[in-house]
Antibody, heavy 121, light 108 residues
Framework: QEQLVESGGGVVQPGKSLRLSCAAS????????IHWVRQAPGKGLEWVAG????????YYADSVKGRFTISRDNSKNTLYMQLNSLRVEDTAVYYC??????????????WGQGTLVTVSS | SYVLPQPPSVSVAPGKTARITCGGN??????VHWYQQKPDQAPVLVIY???DRPSGIPERFSGSKSGNTATLTISRVEAGDEADYFC???????????FGGGTKLTVL
């Protein structure tokens, strides 16, 4: 079935870096834009970044612009996000989600199970 | 920026009907999707494009929209429906997804 599996989360000190991965299976990865969405403990969902199907366009939330970089390797069916200059407020579960279009209107489906990033000294 | 207010919580007795709302200026011009999220699980799409239901989602789940409010309705609520529910639209101005703050559904 169509599936996304995140990895790479962990505990890191403020100012340090981390690289998240999202492995896709069950669908043609290179046909879809993919997004990262995060959820801080006990909070709602916050869109973080997105990348177009062939990787030519990247989009970022203002809160992470200049610190996070989204990328993809379609030959490996894998999405990445490099998290630099991490802050305590970046602590969250990070989900990757596929963008599906119908008549030009997008939705996110499916989502991965998430990977927890904890930024703490 | 565009805001999608949701009530923080809704409580309903088993067998009754739960209605969860999602507001937003000009939401009538946007397609609204709804996700169910149980503790420590990923969000699952339960309604998309205002009122369509993905395969595998019970008919008890339905969506509607009127004026500046979209509504997720869960009929004959079961204990297993207890979860957080988020509405989601796409911000055409900035080409990225927006989410409501989420509503915690409690089954009494």
């Amino acid at each position: 079935q169509e599936q996304l599996v995140e990895s790479g989360g962990g505990v890191v000190q403020p100012g340090k870096s981390l690289r998240l991965s999202c492995a896709a299976s069950g669908f043609t990865f290179s046909n879809y834009a993919i997004h990262w969405v995060r959820q801080a403990p006990g909070k709602g969902l916050e869109w973080v970044a997105g990348i177009s199907d062939v990787g030519s366009n990247e989009y970022y939330a203002d809160s992470v612009k200049g610190r996070f970089t989204i990328s993809r390797d379609n030959s490996k069916n894998t999405l990445y996000m490099q998290l630099n200059s991490l802050r305590v407020e970046d602590t969250a579960v990070y989900y990757c989600a596929r963008e599906v279009q119908w008549r030009g209107i997008p939705r996110l489906d499916p989502w991965g199970q998430g990977t927890l990033v904890t930024v703490s000294s | 920026s565009y805001v999608l207010p949701q009530p923080p919580s809704v409580s309903v007795a088993p067998g009754k009907t739960a209605r969860i709302t999602c507001g937003g200026n000009n939401i009538e011009t946007k397609s609204v999707h709804w996700y169910q999220q149980k503790p420590d699980q990923a969000p699952v799409l339960v309604i998309y494009y205002d009122s369509d239901r993905p395969s595998g989602i019970p008919e008890r789940f339905s969506g509607s929209k009127s004026g500046n409010t979209a509504t997720l309705t869960i009929s004959r609520v079961e204990a297993g429906d207890e979860a957080d529910y988020f509405c989601h639209v796409w911000d055409s101005g900035s080409s990225h997804p927006l989410f409501g703050g989420g509503t915690k559904l409690t089954v009494l």
